[in-house]
């Protein structure tokens, strides 16, 4: 089991982990959570345009990123 990368970014490491997108101020690495209610997912393209590292997606969330600028894993 891993991640698979589908957009390289910026080198170095993420500063903190997000699960929430309206808590990244730059830097974090975002995990787009699969919920009952909602799919996390959807909320990475703002994670990413917030300034987040990367972001951490379900597969079917990672067609919305296109040429997204930051690590993108699924």
Excluded: H, K
């Amino acid at each position: 089991m891993g991640a698979e990368v589908l957009t390289r970014g910026a080198s170095g490491r993420p500063v903190a982990a997000a699960i929430d997108s309206r808590e990244v101020r730059g830097g974090e690495l975002f995990f787009g959570l699969t919920g009952e209610n909602d799919d996390g997912g959807r909320f990475a393209p703002g994670a990413l345009e917030q300034g987040a590292w990367g972001v951490v997606v379900v597969p079917a969330s990672a067609e919305s990123l296109g040429d997204a600028e930051g690590w993108v894993f699924v």
